[in-house]
Nanobody, 115 residues
Framework: QVQLVESGGGLVQAGGSLRLSCVASGSIFNINAMGWYRQAPGKQRELVAVLTSGGETTYADSVKGRFTISRYNAKNTVYLQMNTLKPEDTAVYYC?????????WGQGTQVTVSS
């Protein structure tokens, strides 16, 4: 089993920054990808950013140029640096890990951006 624990969410004013962290533990053998998704009230969960084991990154168009995903392999940790935050970035952010075709999710961390 794999456990994901997120941290770093909170309340910030528009234009501010936050950094989310996600630590993976448990049966970690061969991570294919780690990333972040978010879900705003009344909306579907959407991809924010993903980083593959090969180093490829994918970002949602809405966050390109503002968010950066990175990973500290030795500690199975993935980060999401979020700059120039906007009220529309308000959502619960979920860490995601894919390993051997299985998907694992964290419990989510709330990010609220005030205008």
């Amino acid at each position: 089993q794999v456990q994901l624990v997120e941290s770093g969410g909170g309340l910030v004013q528009a234009g501010g920054s936050l950094r989310l962290s996600c630590v993976a533990s448990g049966s970690i053998f061969n991570i294919n990808a780690m990333g972040w998704y978010r879900q705003a009230p009344g909306k579907q969960r959407e991809l924010v950013a993903v980083l593959t084991s090969g180093g490829e990154t994918t970002y949602a168009d809405s966050v390109k140029g503002r968010f950066t995903i990175s990973r500290y392999n030795a500690k199975n940790t993935v980060y999401l640096q979020m700059n120039t935050l906007k009220p529309e970035d308000t959502a619960v952010y979920y860490c995601h890990l894919q390993q051997w075709g299985y998907n694992y999710w964290g419990q989510g961390t709330q990010v609220t951006v005030s205008s």
